[in-house]
């Protein structure tokens, strides 16, 4: 009898059934139903106490820790209200509405030029239209404004993240040990929340435009550092060997061998911050960036749907005309021989042009107004038209929707929501701990019932089981959607161009912009999240299934078609359990995805760890955000290496690399 | 062909040498040395999982000669010849050059050593992607310091002596393999070093192109006659360009000495092995199959050659010629001769006479 079963189906039948027993115990130990609050780890409050001990009366010698953080703000500060005056604002002199303009922005029609010139430059005309008619809308459809202060935040944050990123990769690159220090950190950050660290660092440099760009530069920063050091690494070992027999000191090593070898690579971790900054300094409106992220932040709360997918668009297409330009630079062609121009024209032609074009529109606006703002007369704008849509699909199809919506909420949602929370704490750490076993073996046991026990300790166990259950359940939707349109896109050239198309769009978009015409329709609420979430996730399960499906090897096929499978069998049989692995990693970032969304999804309003954190920001509690922010990472964490150990399992049993 | 004799060679000054090399990658090395005095037993390096690349390697290479180092893939070659130039600390032993003791020269040292003294040549170019042949091979002066002007002169001057002129505008990627090797030449030519390092300089390049550039090679050392550590795995370059080769068999070199010596005495099966498929008549000099001369005073010969040129090089002449050829020295004085037989026997029987 035992021999029909492993081993490990046996464990966990024991374990099961002993959870099952377990309920039955609710009197006699209540304490694992409910985590008494005498036993919460004050965590929170000693962070929250350290932030405040930091502030007031941390000494540094020379220089208190306040003055520290004054000025780092004045050394960002500096540059950003410069460019935000050349770009948004107009140089002015005197304070509020005494103030009189030294010297205008550069007008619309100049960004529109430059933004051409730089797409032709990157790659063609094609290019240099679609950016540009991006940029046309801004000015167009009266978002101008917005769009410039969100620009300038961007032209500040990425030259800090960029640079920043490649230095700390540099001395991780010549420093093992500083690497071995860093990886951990790069991880974790990754899945600790943004929302999580905006708390102390609005406490610490204040609400405004700095602490919005510092948290948008610690956010956009990882990438560019695990880039830099991969970039590094994978600059030829005989490239190296060369550098330092020419007699390079390490200066000239780095500058003249390793960065310019490994440029095409770092180009790429370009437009990767490019696309984070942009991301995160929507994001950061909540605390005091500004622009088209503020803009939709505050359609949100007061429902002005019109506005809010107004800005939200142009959000969009800001992102889309940022992320084509920065692809298009990182894969410009390199260039050719007898390219290279002498003179200074030729060599500056952007300064040249950029001053020109300033110039050129500042004397015509002296003239022409038009070609120093556009003419609010011919502003046109969607938002009633948006407004008139949603309130005729809210009178005309109000039962559809709320039926769908109940009928999901009620028969699917709901029960799962009541059955995470009534299991018992202890169990669920148990049986966290058993499959890190099963998997990966004591460590990983360790780590992952550790984790789950900590998320206990803390106080947090509803909130973050509300969290596990809206994540899972939009996982497992978005798992069951895009798994099969990844299996088609791998199996049909035509749809796999739409749906790359598709997915890239979808990933460009800052995650912000997915609730608007989401609360449009379903309003706030649990039904809503679990909606932007399955949205905002989808992708990287589209993708790697596909990637995965394309990846079995050719012969395997032949050999099933020798066999006389059928094109069913092939796929079920054969490429299936092959892709499995790969298919699973794209299920571990669809789930690292739909974390970071929750969070975000607080605004409109669930009750789970996102909440937590969201309420820690307005109520500027920093041990209270990191406690939550940190629980959701360890979920995150936990999730990562469970499925992480059984995927590398798999391809191991499967012999792939 | 030998530019000049090994007796000739042998007396000239020792411009690189090593004493006692070892070469171990993994934790405790050193420590692994320092404990067993420097000869560990292959257990004690598979139970540390160490690996031994290069063990206990002593050579010396003479100024203006070619010294290569052969061996299979993964024999040690690569790891001693960046022993040599410091590329990699070796474990232990001491590398001479100059008759300064390199790993002793503290970094600013080794660097203007490596800027004025060393050049190397890699397997794979290593040109930087992003310069033209004209900043790749002015790069090492650039890192000198040295002026636009005067360094772009001097690259333009080596371009053209490794017969890429009119290339100097490309881009590494616009240029077919052979041609990147040229520049990768030229590069480690620019400084004029004392020493010239090449790590398998032809071994990516196809057999067509590969003799051309050894050609090319062979010409360039006979107008610049540099010092030259040349690795290869492939006996038949070894012994086209060589004055000394060394052979390495798992780290350790096994056996020293001129394309004749190792043909003729070799040290061992795995030298013979090597030295097997090589038809005789392009490694063996005349010298070393001539007999002594019969009757002393009798002049009746076909003619005169040289000792120590090859047999190779003899040509048609001794075969139809049906008395001997008088063997002479470099002095003009004869020192014995050879027979048409002899010679019929070396280039007939050649690479089936595998017992030595
Ligand atoms: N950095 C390293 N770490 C560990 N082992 C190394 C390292 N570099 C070389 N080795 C090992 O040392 C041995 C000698 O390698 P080396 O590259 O010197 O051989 P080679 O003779 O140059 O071979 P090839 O002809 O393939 O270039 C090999 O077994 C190799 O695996
Ligand atoms: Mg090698």
Redesign the interface.
Known sequence: MTSRFTSWQIAWGVALSLAVVGFFLKDIAPWAFKYPRDWVFPLRFWISDFVKWLLNDFDLGLFTFKEFTRAISWLIELPYIFVRSLLSDGFREGQGSNAIQVFPRVSWIAVILFVIMIGRYARDWKLAALASGCFTYLAVFGQWDSAMVTLSSIIIAVPLGVVGGIMIGVLGYRSATFKAMIMPVLDLMQTVPVFAYLVPILILFGFGPVSAMIATVIYAMPPMVRITLLALSQV?E??V??G??????TR?LLW??LI??A?PALMIGVNQVVMLSLNMVIIASMIGAGGLGFDVLNALKRLRIGEGIEAGLAITLLAIALDRLSQGLANRP?????S?VKNFAGRHPFAIAALGFMSLTWLIGLVLPAFQTYPEGLELTTGTFWGDTVRWLNINYFDQIDGFKNAVLLNFMIPTKRFLLSLPWPVVVGLVAMLGLQLGGWRLALLCGGMAFVIATLGLWPKAMITVYLCGLSVIIAAAIGIPVGIMAALNERFHRVIQVVVDTLQTLPSFVYLMPIVMLFRVGDFSAFIAVIVYAIAPAIRYTDHGIRRVPPHLIEAATQMGCSPWQILWRVRLPIAMPEIMLGINQTIMMALSMLVITALVGTRDLGQEVYIALTKADSGRGLAAGMSVAFIAIIADRLINAWSAKRKAELGLD | MPLQTSSDIDARPIKLSCNGIWKIFGDGGAQLLKQTNNAPQENDLIERSLIAAVRDASIEVREGEIFIIMGLSGSGKSTMVRCLSRLIEPTAGEVLFEGQDLLKANPKELIQIRRHKMGMVFQHFALLPHLTVLGNVAFPLEIQGIKRREREDRALEVIELVGLKGRETYYPRELSGGQQQRVGIARSLAVEPDIWFLDEPFSALDPLIRREMQDEFLRLQKMLQKTIVFITHDFDEAIRLADHIAIMKDGAVIQIGTPEQLVLNPATEYVAEFTNGIPRAKVLSVGSVMEPVMEPGGNDYSGRVFADIRLEELGGDILHADKPFAVIDRNDQIIGQVTRDVVLEVLVGSSSQSDT
């Open positions: 030829p005989e490239i060997e060369f330092r027999m020419a007699g390079c000191n000239q003249k061998v310019p070898s440029k390199p260039p050719e021989h007898g290279e």
